[in-house]
Structure formats: structure tokens, C-alpha cells
């Protein structure tokens, strides 16, 4: 009976220890970024400025058809049906200040940043790993740490924290659509809009959306330089990596919601 | 003009190359190959099955758990937060939740392996033997989600609702178990259920087609599997997002079968 049961639970066992090695390292990695972000000579401004336009030129366009297409789809149209049942379809702008503003602006900018960006921060550090480039790095002196990673962590909070806003905008637009497609005047929807929307949903929102940015670079950069050789390997980091950021992302967002929620009790109040 | 294209070249290429996949399927070449889409079945089940319910939980517990409890209490009808549950989840929720699930494991781990296959240049060796590398790569990938993913898929929505009602319920409590239950069943029909499998199904099918395009098409060694691999994830993201809103825009539109107003 026992002896049969071992090799079960052994097997169980390892892909959990596995788990929980990676996660300590990263969290040994974040701490290694925060101390040589702070800590001077700082050598990666040039490199911060190629990552930011680089995630920049990469996200832009995914990220503008994704939150248009969503909050069409999901808040607007469906949103709108249950409004047009009660007859308050003006209520959608303070309905769009939750679905835009609080959930899927922030959602999927991570889900676009995390999807194209960090994948393709993963592969390039990958690709560097598996050339060893990186070993000749630190021959050289040079540390990884802060060269490569300080620089991509810094660019994605920022970037991701100002696509923020841009996805709200679009997301908004996505809105506006929906409206035109009931038939209803923008009138309304604006005014409710802007009559629900509080400042601390707009904070919220975009330090969110700075806490996932260090989040998926914190993943993609450690999934990169960890990357093994074999012809599989680069892409199995990739792989990897983006589900980690998937499940990572939304367990942050349900913990920071629903905190945000509970503190913040007025922010919940139709007005 | 040089990036439009290239985008249009390459979305040609992928047309063409899933079409190809799709009339091999159709025409039952796949069937020679039965037990291999077997073995796909059972990998997809085993590799991807809990990472899928897991995001489906969690996005039930968040955005259609939490919010739905929040959003009921402001507007004065915190009983009826099962009405919001349940189109959250049934509708909108379930579907993304596994087409970014798909996408991320599903469709980029197809990618590292079929690309690794071209790379170690063993699809050059299937087609030497005289097996056609198509039919036995991709056909019987795509053959294996069919058989196998409607199932996870209403499994995922089960899921989202079991984590909705912990939410509501358990963790937010202002509604009793059988108010919530009572709303939330009204608020659901047989049709919904099929028109939301068959968002998640079009997802599905996209992200492996789409994943068997870049991986079967991968070149330049472990780097170029590596980007092949990113590339899928823009392609995919971009694409789970118009399905989603196209199978809103043709399944309820304006219509949203509720069973109450006139």
C-alpha cells in the first residue's frame, strides 16, 4: 500500500517544489532589481529609453484594437441590452466608469503587454542566454542585473502604467460604438460618465496597471535568462513565462480589487 | 507600406496554410493517424487542463464575483448580483478566460514544439518516409481540440460559476444561497451555453491553427523558435479579442434573451 502510494505523491511533490523554487528565485531576482535600481553608478539610461519605444512600437496597435473590440463587445452591447431593458441606457457611462476604468483597461493592457511585450522581452533575452551572451557579460564585468533587467523593469511599469490610460480611452470609444449602435444620444452617456467617475478609480487603476508592469517584467526577464539549450528551449520559455504572467496577473487584480473596493467605499456609489 | 505588407503577405500565408490544415481534417486523411490524435487528446487534458480551470476561477471570483457583488449593492439591488454573474460569466468572462488560457499554453507550446521539430529537422525526415508531416503535425492537433476541448471548455464555465457563487455568497454575503441560485438559473437558457461554447471553440480553433502556422514555419535555430513563439502570442491576443467581440456582436446583439421587460 505505502509503496504504491510514493511514487504518486513523489510525483506530485516535485512539480510543486519546482514551483516554489521559481517563485523564491524571483522574488530573489526583484529584490537583486530594487537594490541595483536604487543603488548608484546608473549605466542603463540609454537601454531604458530602447526598451520603452521598443514595447512601445510592439503594443500600440494590438492594444488599441483589443480595448476597442472588448469593451464593445462585453460592457457596451451586453451591458447596454440590460440597460435598454430598464430604459436607462444613459446609465452606461457610469456603468463604463467600473467595466473601463476599474476592470478591463487595466486587464487588457496587461493581457496585450504581457502577451506581445513580454514574450518578446523572454525571447530576446532567450535568444541571449542561449548564444551566452550573458556569461560573457559578467566575464567582462558587465552585470546582467543591471544592465538588462533593471532597465526592462523600470520601462515596463512605466509603459504599462501610461498604457493604462490610453486603453480607457480606446476602451471609452469602444463605448461610444455601442452607444451609436442602440440608437442613443452621447449626451447622456458622458454625463453619467463623468459624474461617476472618482479620482481614486483613475489612481487605481494605473497603479495597478505600474504593479503589473513590474510583474510580467519581473517573469519574462527571469523565464529568459533562465532559458536552456535545445532547439526547444527558447520557446519553452516563452511558453512558460506567459502563463506564469497570465495567472499572476489576474490573482494580483482580484487581491487589489477587491481591496481597493472595500477601502475605498465611495467610490461604489452612483451618483 | 513596407509593414502593411508584410502583415498582408503573412496573414495570406496563414489563411492559405489553414485552409490546407482544414480540408485534411475534412476530408479524413486524419483518420489514418487516429491513435496520435488520441495522444494529442490526452496531452491537452493533462497539460493544459488545470491552468485553464485555474484562470476561469479566478476571473469568476474577481470580475464577475467581486465586482458583481459591488456593483449590485451601489445601484440598491444586492439580491440580483446573480444577473450580473451569470451574463458576466456565461457570455464574456468564460470565453476570454480560455481563449488567453488557450493562447498562452496551448498555442505557444505548440509553437516551441513543432518548431523545435523543424529546427532538429524531423518534419524534413516524416516527409522523406513518405508521411505527410501536415496531416500528422497539425491535422491531428486540430482533430484532438475538436474532440476534446468542448468538454474543458464547459468544465471552465462550470468552474467560473462555482467561483462566482463563492464570491457573491460566501465572501460578500448580502444575499442568501437560494436568492442567488433563483436569479442566477433564470438568468441562463440552453442557447447561451451552446452560443458561448461556440465562441470558445472559434478561439480555440484560431489559436491552434495559428500556433501549427508558426511553428511548422519556424527557421533560424532555437532564437528563431524563441520569436516564432512571441509572434504567435500578438497574433493570438489580437485575434481572441475580435472573435469575442464578433460573437457578441452576432449571438446577442441587441437581442439578450432576458426573461424579464417587455
Not at chain 2, 468572462?93 to 513543432?114: D, R
Not at chain 2, 516527409?127 to 476541448?149: K, N
Not at chain 2, 442568501?176 to 471553440?201: E, H, R, V
Amino acid at each position: 500500500m505505502v509503496a504504491g502510494v510514493y511514487p504518486v505523491v513523489r510525483r506530485a511533490y516535485l512539480p510543486v517544489k519546482n514551483g516554489l523554487e521559481q517563485t523564491g528565485e524571483m522574488m530573489i531576482l526583484t529584490g537583486k532589481t530594487l537594490v541595483s535600481a536604487i543603488r548608484p553608478p546608473h549605466p542603463y539610461g540609454t537601454e531604458f529609453v530602447q526598451q520603452f519605444m521598443f514595447v512601445l512600437r510592439l503594443c500600440w496597435f494590438p492594444l488599441l484594437i483589443s480595448t476597442v473590440a472588448i469593451c464593445y463587445g462585453a460592457p457596451g452591447l451586453q451591458a447596454g441590452n440590460a440597460l435598454v431593458i430598464f430604459g436607462a441606457l444613459d446609465r452606461l457611462g457610469g456603468f463604463f466608469v467600473l467595466a473601463s476604468i476599474r476592470e478591463i483597461g487595466p486587464n487588457v493592457t496587461a493581457i496585450v503587454v504581457a502577451g506581445v511585450g513580454g514574450t518578446a522581452i523572454t525571447a530576446d533575452l532567450g535568444a541571449r542566454k542561449i548564444r551566452e551572451e550573458l556569461d560573457a557579460l559578467q566575464v567582462l564585468g558587465v552585470d546582467p542585473v543591471k544592465n538588462l533587467v533593471v532597465p526592462r523593469f523600470l520601462a515596463l511599469m512605466i509603459i504599462t502604467g501610461l498604457f493604462n490610460i490610453f486603453a480607457v480611452m480606446f476602451g471609452l470609444f469602444g463605448g461610444v460604438l455601442a452607444t451609436i449602435t442602440f440608437d442613443a444620444p452621447l449626451g447622456p452617456f458622458f454625463a453619467t460618465l463623468l459624474s461617476n467617475a472618482s479620482t481614486t478609480d483613475l489612481w487605481g487603476s494605473v497603479l495597478k496597471t505600474t504593479l503589473f508592469g513590474a510583474i510580467i517584467a519581473i517573469v519574462s526577464c527571469y523565464k529568459g535568462m533562465t532559458a536552456s539549450g535545445g532547439a526547444e528551449g527558447v520557446g519553452r520559455a516563452v511558453n512558460q513565462g506567459v502563463v506564469i504572467e497570465f495567472l499572476a496577473i489576474f490573482a494580483f487584480n482580484y487581491v487589489f480589487t477587491q481591496t481597493l473596493l472595500a477601502t475605498h467605499p465611495e467610490i461604489s456609489v452612483i451618483k | 507600406m513596407e509593414v502593411p505588407r508584410d502583415l498582408l503577405g503573412s496573414l495570406g500565408d496563414i489563411a492559405k496554410f489553414c485552409w490546407r490544415v482544414l480540408v485534411e481534417v475534412f476530408e479524413g486523411r486524419t483518420i489514418k493517424f487516429f491513435g496520435e490524435t488520441l495522444r494529442q487528446a490526452g496531452i491537452l487534458i493533462i497539460g493544459s487542463g488545470l491552468v485553464i480551470w485555474g484562470l476561469a476561477f479566478i476571473l469568476g471570483l474577481s470580475i464577475c464575483g467581486v465586482e458583481a457583488a459591488y456593483f449590485n449593492r451601489s445601484i440598491g439591488a444586492p439580491a440580483y448580483a446573480g444577473w450580473f454573474g451569470a451574463w458576466c460569466d456565461l457570455r464574456e468572462a468564460m470565453p476570454y478566460a480560455f481563449g488567453y488560457m488557450m493562447s498562452a499554453k496551448v498555442g505557444t507550446g505548440l509553437v516551441a514544439e513543432i518548431g523545435a521539430m523543424r529546427i532538429n529537422e524531423e518534419i524534413d525526415a516524416l516527409d522523406v518516409m513518405g508521411i505527410s508531416s501536415l496531416t500528422f503535425l497539425c491535422s491531428t492537433r486540430l482533430l484532438a481540440a475538436w474532440v476534446v476541448l468542448p468538454f474543458m471548455y464547459i468544465i471552465a464555465v462550470g468552474v467560473g460559476f462555482f467561483a462566482t457563487h463563492l464570491a457573491i455568497v460566501e465572501q460578500i454575503g448580502e444575499v442568501s444561497s437560494g436568492g442567488y441560485s433563483l436569479i442566477f438559473w433564470m438568468f441562463q437558457n440552453p442557447p447561451d451555453l451552446f452560443f458561448s461554447t461556440i465562441k470558445g471553440m472559434a478561439m480555440a480553433t484560431v489559436i491552434v491553427l495559428v500556433g501549427c502556422y508558426y511553428g511548422y514555419t519556424a527557421s533560424g535555430g532555437p532564437v528563431g523558435v524563441g520569436t516564432a513563439t512571441a509572434k504567435s502570442m500578438v497574433l493570438n491576443t489580437v485575434l481572441v479579442h475580435i472573435l469575442g467581440m464578433l460573437g457578441t456582436q452576432i449571438f446577442w446583439g441587441t437581442n439578450p434573451r432576458a426573461p424579464i421587460g417587455g
